[in-house]
């Protein structure tokens, strides 16, 4: 039998900008009442994708008239190719030819990259809007729409463009994930069971004991997750918000990932999540050639990641022209990368990770070829 689940609201303390993140379910029912408390003005623009706005804005937009805010809607196409200059300028343009003021809250209703590209407008229109947050993927729910990253995609690379900007309020509404395809699921979760890897051994034993009965749906395994979650990761940003230091823990497995996530054209070919897992792997894999964590440790995060449906490979999904260092190429554009020398986030043993600079080249090549073998 499927468990209840229950309201969670939690903190990202930052001074006269902290915001509350509100976990549960029924929140975008109710959402018109919790946005009307936080916003100067009672007009928003709702920024969605299509696949979003088929399931989930009639509900929002009800509860935005029933509480009188004004609102008008952008739908833009699904998909990270919407995270691009074009559409940031297709937004602004569209904001300024509604009249924003500074007043105007701009509302994410989707994943992360609808909640990437509406807080980068948010950020740069008018020399910054505020913006609420209401993620509709696990991913978004547990890591993109706290903590104030915002930005889009260029053709050198993921994320390059950007800037810190954080919501006013955050509303990770758990019946979103009812719709959401079981693949994106699965990918989210590679983000939920990161924050075990890096700190919690203790939710690293949960999510072996309750990452199935997440994945296929259990409304409190999810809640409990996405609290544990964006727990860690308020703790986090309200320690280090502009990541100079341990807010980069926060990036395991990441550098591998976006290395990845390049070659496959960031399509559905490899999701974000996915490649977090492989990445994490990787990491698990470096950590213990260099006599940091032990096989052990390699073998339970690659025996859960696999037993979950994550993958632990990229053999099925490589093409002829991938070689090792075409891998270390992308990787050293890492936006991470100082003075030429990569960051990398590694680990004593599960949830006990930390970054270095310390990874000797000749190690990293081997690593890259024997996981891409795997
Ligand atoms: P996404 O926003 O592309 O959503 C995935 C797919 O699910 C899309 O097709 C979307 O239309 C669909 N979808 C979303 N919610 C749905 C729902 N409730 N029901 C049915 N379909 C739904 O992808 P994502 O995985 O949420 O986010 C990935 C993006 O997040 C990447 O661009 C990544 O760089 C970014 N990201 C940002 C941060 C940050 O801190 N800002 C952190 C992690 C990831
Ligand atoms: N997703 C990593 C961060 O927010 O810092």
């Not at 074009?86 to 030819?97: G, S």
């Amino acid at each position: 039998m499927r468990s209840e689940p229950t309201m969670t609201s939690l903190n990202v303390d930052l001074g006269d900008r902290s915001y509350a993140v509100e976990i549960g379910n029924g929140l975008i029912e109710t959402a018109g009442a919790r946005i009307k408390a936080v916003v100067p003005s009672s007009q928003v623009f709702v920024i969605t994708d299509e696949n979003v706005a088929a399931s989930w804005l009639a509900p929002l937009q009800k509860s935005l008239d029933h509480h009188g805010i004004k609102h008008a809607t952008k739908i833009f196409p699904p998909g990270e190719q919407t995270k691009s200059i074009r559409c940031i300028d297709e937004l602004t343009a569209w904001l300024l030819d509604q009249g924003i003021d500074r007043k105007t809250t701009l509302v994410a209703l989707g994943g992360g990259v609808i909640g990437d590209l509406t807080g980068f407008a948010a950020a740069i229109t008018l020399r910054g809007v505020p913006f609420i947050q209401i993620p509709t993927t696990l991913l978004a729910q547990v890591d993109s729409s706290v903590g104030g990253k915002t930005g889009i995609d260029t053709p050198q690379g993921k994320n390059l463009i950007g800037a810190f900007h954080q919501p006013l309020l955050v509303l990770a509404d758990t019946d979103t994930l009812n719709t959401l395809p079981r693949r994106q699921v699965l990918a989210g979760y590679a983000e939920v069971v990161k924050y075990g890897m890096i700190s919690d051994p203790a939710f690293f034993d949960w999510c072996e004991m309750n990452a199935q009965a997440l994945v296929d749906g259990d409304a409190e395994a999810r809640r409990y997750a996405i609290e544990q979650s964006c727990r860690a990761k308020a703790e986090i940003v309200a320690d280090d918000e502009r990541e100079a230091g341990r807010r980069a823990l926060l990036n395991l497995g990441h550098t591998f990932a976006h290395a990845f996530e390049a070659e496959a054209g960031y399509s559905d070919k490899l999701l974000h999540g996915e490649a977090v897992a492989f990445g994490c792997l990787c990491a698990f894999e470096l950590s213990h050639r260099l006599e940091l964590c032990t096989g052990q440790d390699v073998v339970r995060v690659a025996r859960h990641l696999e037993g979950i449906g994550l993958p632990t490979s990229v053999k099925n999904i490589a093409e002829p022209h991938w070689t090792p260092e075409l891998i270390i190429g992308h990787m050293s554009k890492d936006k991470k990368t100082e003075s030429g020398q990569l960051t990398f986030v590694l680990a004593r043993a599960i949830g006990e990770a930390f970054t270095t600079r310390d990874v000797p080249a000749d190690l990293l090549n081997a690593l890259v070829a024997d996981m891409m073998a795997r």
